[in-house]
């Protein structure tokens, strides 16, 4: 599943638009939410995303349903990462789950195609680095 997310400044808002369908989802009772749950990985599906931060050009903040952020920490550099209005989340594997950097990449528009980025780990945030994370976002 491939999503689409947009930013507006100066507090990131995003709408959440499909871009594509893969032939294989899963939903919350399969195997892999529940070997996911069970193993105590902290897991979001992509079309939950709805809205990002670019920290840097490695590291973006997404925002999953109304109260989740997830760092996500990027292999190198994602050319127009930190300065995009819009990414996409495209997963892989045939799962719409998103519990380690494997399972997705990022998708940013550039003038001459789109930039394929690959995530190297996930980390939901907790309660605290939300709080702060929300707070430096509004300075």
């Known amino acids: 599943m491939q999503s689409i997310l947009h930013r507006r400044a100066p507090i990131a808002f995003a709408l959440l638009a499909g871009l594509g369908t893969l032939a294989a989802c899963t939903d919350a009772g399969s195997p892999a939410s529940a070997s996911a749950q ?3 990985r902290q897991c979001f ?4 995303v709805n809205g990002f931060a670019p920290l840097d050009d490695e590291t973006v903040h997404v925002n999953v349903g109304a109260n989740d ?13 930190d300065w995009s209005l819009r990414i996409g989340i495209r997963s892989r594997g045939g799962s719409n789950w998103v519990c380690t ?3 997705a990449e990022l998708i940013v528009p550039s003038a001459i ?3 394929r980025c690959q995530i190297s780990s996930i980390r939901k945030l907790t309660d605290e680095e939300i ?3 929300r707070e430096s976002r509004r300075n």
Request: hydrophobic share 25%; glycine share 18%; charged share 30%.
């Open 131 to 133: 709080r702060a994370h």
């Open 45 to 48: 599906r992509a079309e939950q």
């Open 101 to 103: 950097g494997s399972d």
């Open 69 to 81: 952020v997830y760092r996500l920490d990027l292999f190198g550099p994602c050319p127009d990462v």
């Open 38 to 40: 069970g193993e105590g």
């Open 113 to 115: 195609g789109p930039n």
